[in-house]
């Protein structure tokens, strides 16, 4: 299972090396993607589903949908004019840097010679100074609504940065996967004209909506150029100082989208304490807050997401990891505003919210970010696909009636959508979930996720092969063993969940309804060890020798949760949870309904794995009110057809066991 780092990995070294100087970087490290390869029973068919399935289907949409066109257009190549919304250029590199990322999992010629096809149109379609907008250079005078008479004249709307950002990522993975410099020159020479034009003493702007940060900070660890960093940081800095006020007539059809709440203009980021507007928006923001400031060496900065944090995990966090309580402005809302059949929580939201959470475990090192991260993961994130790869959800509500169509979608999964950023989104975030798995600070390994298969680590000089055995999260036993070329001294810090730990997340938002008593073993070498928690790891130091095994059992009943009691929409609920899985009633299990049920305290839930059963899942299966209840893992929804759907069940007033 051992992989060997790619080429493009090594010429990155070799480009960084000749950067030269000491960089700033987070004090954890991720152990990349690349050095783990996955074997396993949840994840591994999800990532073959998209590398076999989802992008050469997006790659087709966009082929289909004229995203491609508008590219070939701007090149000369054909004629015509725009199609599509002026965010359409984003799809294109989003689904390209998933198709990298992929063929840093596994070769294929056929791929990489679509993408040299991509590139070159791209390349032709950049105006003489780097500026690549398809819209405008296709026709300058009649761009699409929203983007401006002229070049970056309406940043607040126009998604120009937001377009280059998803550029700068895919250029930098196709640069890792390849070595082929063509994209990443196309994205150095853009970025290069940014810096030439915004900054202090130069143009003052900010993008409404985020997503250069994250890539700027890329191009910066890429290549070493610092002004990258800097206009990154700039551009986090411009907002909350330049007002919308009531500029818009209520006949503008931009106006939702231009307040300053909905783009996190309200306040200087640094003052900004409650997560509010646009949740996608929102999510990157944090992230690039969090690059900014482990790249840039901006304490302020963590202290301002911090915050955000407490708030967003406190206060507007769905039981499934999902973020935006507001349809229409795809927004936040207030505290504790969680509705469930209206929930936005878009996918693409959800991508944001892992790229977060994983961005403040690397700079504080505690396991409740993690704990975040696979609730995502595992729910309200994964769910924006189907099992087949190829129908998608906009929108993840915990609550669906069964005919009421989602916002331009249908009423269950669609196959692409007319605004179609999270598909590609998926496209990008799967191949990549190996790297969520391990991270390295100095002498210590720690063990975020738990998926099979075999990586390999660098420890304080050591190499150390590690592999995880485990039906997670079917089953909670999972079986890691190391392997340093040497016996070697290190700690090991391996999570125990936060559900493990009687607690469904790191905040007063949620609770189980009753304590399970049965608490997380582990074993080394076969012989029992004490769990000593440190900020939700258990830590194990000693000199490891090859062959070393640690078995962690975590108990995995079948949990009742219930929220905070200021939130509304759950007033007199209760969900199940079991292991990191939240589960849904489907119609189609419980007799053609799914919102009549109600779920009696006393009613025994057990837990049973089917394999016929969408992909093979663990389902639970109970009697209340004398009726028959199969519930499924909710990120498994919709996907025989559609019908009603419930997470929250209401609880019989008579027969409450406790409160
Ligand atoms: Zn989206």
Redo the contacts with the bound molecule.
Sequence with gaps: MKKAIPGGVMMMAAFLAMSGGEKADYPIQPVPFTAVAVDDVFWAPKIETNRAVTIPFALKMNEETGRVNNFRKAAGLMKGAFEGRRFNDSDVFKVMEGAAYTLMLKPDPKLEETLDGLIAVIGKAQEPDGYLFTNRTIDPKHPAPGSGPERWSNLRVSHEFYNVGHMYEAAVAHFQATGKRAFLDIALKNADLLVATFGPGKRRAFPGHQEIEIGLSKLFRATGNRAYLDLAKFFLDERGHYFQGERHASDDPFAVYDSDEYMQNHKPVLEQDEAVGHA?RAMYMYAGMADVAALGGYPEYVRAIDRLWDNVAGKKLYLTGGVGARSGSEAFGDAYELPNQSAYT???AAIGNALWQQRLFLLHGEAKYVDVLERVMYNGLISGVGLDGMSFF?QNPLEADGKSKLYQGQVGRSPWFEVS??PP?ITRFLPSVPGYIYAVKDETLYVNLFIAGSGTVEIAGTKVAVSQQTKYPWEGTVKITLGPENPADFVLRVRIPDWARNEPVPTDLYRFLAANDEKPSMAVNGAPVRIDLDRGYAVLRRTWKKGDTIVLGLPMPVRRVVAHPAVAADTGRVAFQRGPLVYCAEAVDNGGRALDLRIADAAVFAAEFRPDLLNGVVVLRGVSGGRNITLIPYYAWANRGPGEMRVWFPRPASELLTT
């Design positions: 996608v878009e996918t693409c906009y950023c999270c989104n």
